[in-house]
């Protein structure tokens, strides 16, 4: 719908560095338009002083001053004729995105316990039997209760995370829920976290 008179953003030029806004890029063009070098240069150092009373921040001035200067080459396309103060050839680079980090997807049967839980237990799988691997046993299964409180919609019993671990590691480990005791969890604590997080 065009009516006469109104102006849109999404009608108008897309704007390079949008956090400068509008009239600073208004600026910007004037600026190229200004006949002579002189006159392009005044005009050049007012927009770079304003641009950085936008944005006041406290730290190296020098790397400041060639951002500012950097943001104003992107801005005129590079096609400002001026004499920079600082060298603009990488203010290119600001405008490039990265390349997308690829996600780590692995294949675990129940996703609550996480892909670390499953690296313990083939570690503990591996392990023989002493002081270090009851350790690690009683810090993997005590996890496993916690996640099963955060995660899980079904029981987080000691039963329930005996088996799982007994399971998972091919039947290596085996707690005896008799001798063994689980850390103290608040499970109001996770229950309240749940809630929050809807």
């Known amino acids: 719908m065009n009516i006469e008179g109104l102006d849109y953003n999404t009608q108008r030029e897309k704007l390079v560095l949008p956090e400068y806004g509008r009239d600073i890029q208004k600026m910007v063009d004037h600026a190229m338009t200004l006949p002579t070098k002189e006159e392009r240069q005044q ?16 730290g190296d001035r020098k790397m400041r001053e060639q951002k500012l200067w950097d943001h104003l080459a992107l801005m005129s396309n590079f096609q400002l004729d001026i004499d920079y103060p600082y060298d603009v050839s990488e203010a290119k680079n600001i405008t490039t995105k990265p390349a997308p980090m690829g996600y780590p997807m692995r294949d675990i049967p129940v996703r609550h316990y996480g892909s670390m839980v499953f690296e313990l237990f083939q570690k503990l799988k591996a392990m023989e039997p002493g002081e270090e691997r009851d350790a690690l046993v009683c810090l993997t299964a005590n996890q496993m209760k916690r996640s099963l409180l955060q995660w899980s919609r079904g029981s987080a019993d000691d039963a329930k995370v005996a088996a799982d671990l007994a399971h998972y590691t091919d039947g290596v480990i085996q707690l005896d829920l008799s001798t063994f005791k689980f ?7 996770f229950m309240e976290n749940r809630k929050k997080k809807r």
Request: proline share 4%; net charge negative; hydrophobic share 35%.
């Open 43 to 58: 005009c050049a150092e007012s927009i770079v002083a304003i641009m950085g009373r936008m944005y006041p921040q406290n």
């Open 183 to 189: 850390e103290k969890i608040n499970e109001r604590d």
